[in-house]
């Protein structure tokens, strides 16, 4: 089964449109049998985790640890359940990890789950993305390519 990579945010809320912004340069790579899929909900991730062997999430991230805007943080999800203080945490009033949690209950779980957060502090209606947020955009598609290719042998991108 292929790898999937799932953007979750919003692009007219400011640094919450990382997400989608990350998954639709990764699909520019068109790199061989890898999926990739834009969401606006963090809950529309627990239909795709069940489906896939492989999942990539991207979503914009705040912590209380004062990471700056821009750092990208890469959890590899396991055994253990995600905290809502972890770094991954996301900007929605239910986030990725309460979607992963309710996955994890429901049984649903890829064999592989990744999560690439991107430290981000603006998410207001109509807001820009900050500057920060912007300059990682090419940190944060390598680690999703990095997270793909970890488990996966790909030949290269279609030409």
Request: hydrophobic residues 45%; proline residues 5%; glycine residues 8%.
């Amino acid at each position: 089964m292929s790898p999937l990579v799932v953007g979750i945010g919003n692009p007219s809320r400011g640094d919450d449109g990382i997400g989608p912004l990350v998954a639709d340069r990764v699909a520019r790579l068109r790199l061989r049998d890898v999926e990739v899929v834009v969401h606006d909900e963090p809950l529309a991730l627990i239909e795709h985790l069940a489906l896939h062997d492989d999942v990539v999430v991207v979503d914009a991230a705040w912590s209380r640890c004062g990471h700056q805007p821009g750092t990208v943080h890469v959890v590899r999800v396991d055994a253990t359940p995600l905290r809502s203080g972890d770094p991954v945490r996301g900007s929605h009033g239910l986030g990725v990890v309460e979607a992963v949690e309710l996955a994890r209950a429901l049984d649903r779980l890829p064999q592989r789950l990744t999560i690439v957060g991107v430290e981000a502090r603006v998410f207001d209606m109509g807001a820009t993305m900050t500057r920060q947020v912007q300059d990682c955009v090419d940190d944060a598609v390598r680690a999703v390519v990095a997270a793909i290719f970890r488990t996966h042998r790909h030949t290269g991108h279609d030409r």
